[in-house]
């Protein structure tokens, strides 16, 4: 059973950055990502990377290429999602989440984390 906590949400201006982090209670070398869910949406993906990220092992959404960066630390067992130039849109509960399976579905994923609250005002 892996446990996954998250943290780094707040509230942010359009423009500005936030990092995201996502603790693993065991060390695993699971897939690791991020999705997010907008109000009245369906939860979507964000980002994922594998144990191997380092040397390119990572996919993005599109709508979220260039502004956004996920990395692990391996040795701390934690993923990070680094959001800049955010932008209203982005306002959503964003949620790690962990597979044995590389995988942008969140049907693919069996461990989840609690979700941190993004909101981008204008």
């Known amino acids: 059973q892996v446990q996954l906590v998250e943290s780094g949400g707040g509230l942010v201006q359009a423009g500005g950055s936030l990092r995201l982090s996502c603790t693993a209670s065991?060390?695993?070398?699971?897939?690791m990502a991020w999705f997010r869910q907008a109000p009245g949406k369906e939860r979507e993906f964000v980002a994922v990377?594998?144990?191997?990220?380092?040397?390119?092992?990572?996919n993005y959404a599109g709508s979220v290429k260039g502004r956004f960066t996920i990395s692990r630390d391996n040795a701390r067992n934690t993923v990070y999602l680094q959001m800049n130039s955010l932008k209203p849109e982005d306002t959503a509960v964003y949620y790690c989440?962990?597979?044995?399976?590389?995988?942008?579905?969140?049907?693919?994923?069996?461990?989840w984390g609690q979700g941190t609250q993004v909101t981008v005002s204008s």
């Open positions: 990377a594998g144990i191997r990220w380092s040397l390119g092992r990572t």
């Open positions: 065991v060390r695993t070398s699971y897939v």
């Open positions: 989440a962990a597979s044995a399976s590389w995988s942008t579905s969140e049907h693919e994923y069996a461990y």
